[in-house]
């Protein structure tokens, strides 16, 4: 499958940038590690500078991220910059702090969407966040909402919310949210020191069921987004990514494929989720803005090589005999990674649980073969009885 990116052709069409590490939160599932800027953060003029190397290189949308981007104090003269230029640009903010003189700079920017950052019910958000940031984040939202500016939630799923997903939804739907993204949270950052937050990988087995049934229901608004790090096949594959394109399903993770990560000091990776210095990691990134231009960094021939030059030999684990392996190629990196300290290996697949916990119930026409049963169990006596095993049924969905 990476064949397809590169006839699809090797661009920067999504970026995500940290604008800043300053934040006035100290969240504990933040993979950044945000709090304090970075000392050696890009000067406004640089930011214009990026801006218009990633319109030249034909960006389509930018997402302004921090930290807390809003404490950029010109975030909205550099999303006028961008979009001034036809680039889309929306932000994720934590709404802390969000204002009308927000909404006001927002609409100056000419913002796509205003994203908030919810995670759950006033306790679960509050437990993970900050006192009282569950209410003035829903303010904000009514605020955008009001003001007829397009909203968005994004939503990381944890152990205080993973049961409650159904509810969360019905109550952005009463807040006429727009949309809302949601995402498995990770032991990376701030999160690995608070692991008991992280939910097991076998609750995939029904919170992508979950997640398949809600974006296909009655409820128009709002429309469901998946992100990249939850899924992968089984009957409910097109369910979870069907917006519309001839391409329904994953095609794996396009990291430095037509995504790019900006850090607020220059560097650049292939997501921007993917560990750097401030996890004491310097193996993604790829080189820094102060010292090459972004279409150098991007045209290099070794550029981006956990993705670009894809070898199958390099799977571990399930995911060395899976059936998907040449087009999912490992699923989310960042997932895989923060898990397993493997770009190649990564427990949170929905096939792959469903295929260890014999749910064939779950897996349509997707039989396992025999590596994968083998990879289960060796002894072919014991495989594969269809199960009914389902974690967190019992006291969630199902």
Request: proline share 4%.
């Amino acid at each position: 499958m990476i064949d397809l990116l590169q006839r699809l052709g090797y661009y920067p069409r999504f970026c995500v940038w940290e604008l800043t590490l300053l934040c006035d939160m100290r969240c504990r599932h933040c993979g950044s590690h945000a709090g304090d800027r970075r000392e050696d953060e890009l000067s406004f003029e640089e930011c214009l500078s990026v801006a218009d190397q990633l319109a030249a290189m034909c960006c389509e949308k930018v997402t302004l991220g921090g930290g807390e981007p809003t404490l950029h104090p010109q975030w909205h003269e550099l999303g006028k910059r961008l979009t001034d230029q036809k680039v889309r640009v929306n932000i994720i903010s934590n709404g802390w702090c969000w204002s009308g003189a927000e909404l006001e700079k927002a609409r100056y920017a000419g913002l796509s969407n205003v994203a908030f950052s919810l995670d759950g019910s006033e306790e679960a958000h509050d437990a993970v966040r900050r006192k009282g940031s569950f209410r003035r984040v829903v303010a904000a939202i009514d605020a955008c909402v009001a003001g007829g500016m397009p909203t968005s939630v994004v939503t990381h799923i944890n152990r205080l919310n993973y049961e409650k997903l159904r509810e969360l939804r019905d109550l952005l739907a009463e807040h006429r949210v727009a949309s809302w993204q949601l995402q498995l949270g990770n032991p990376a950052g701030a999160m690995a020191d608070n692991a008991e937050l992280v939910i097991e990988p076998d609750a995939l087995l029904w919170i992508v069921p979950l997640i398949a049934e809600l974006r296909t229901d009655a409820v128009e608004r709002p429309i469901i987004f998946p992100s990249d790090n939850i899924g992968y096949f089984g009957k409910h594959e097109k369910e979870l990514r069907d917006r519309g394109a001839r391409i329904n399903f994953w095609i794996g993770c396009r990291a430095g494929c037509q995504v790019v990560g900006i850090e607020s000091n220059g560097n650049i990776k292939g997501c921007l989720s993917l560990p750097s210095a401030r996890h004491g990691k310097d193996e993604f990134v790829e080189g820094n803005l102060r010292q090459e231009k972004l279409a150098g960094l991007w045209q290099k021939p070794d550029a981006f090589a956990y993705n670009r030059r894809f070898d199958e030999n390099r799977l571990g684990g399930f995911c060395a005999v899976c059936r998907y392996r040449d087009i999912c190629r490992g699923g989310c990196s960042w997932t895989a990674y923060s898990h397993t300290q493997s770009r190649f290996d990564n427990p949170y697949c929905f096939y792959r649980q469903a295929v260890v916990h014999r749910r064939l119930d779950l897996l349509g026409e997707d039989e396992p073969n025999e590596r994968e049963l083998a990879y289960v169990d060796p002894d072919p006596t014991r495989r594969m009885a269809p199960g009914h095993f389902c974690p967190g049924a019992s006291s969630a969905h199902g």
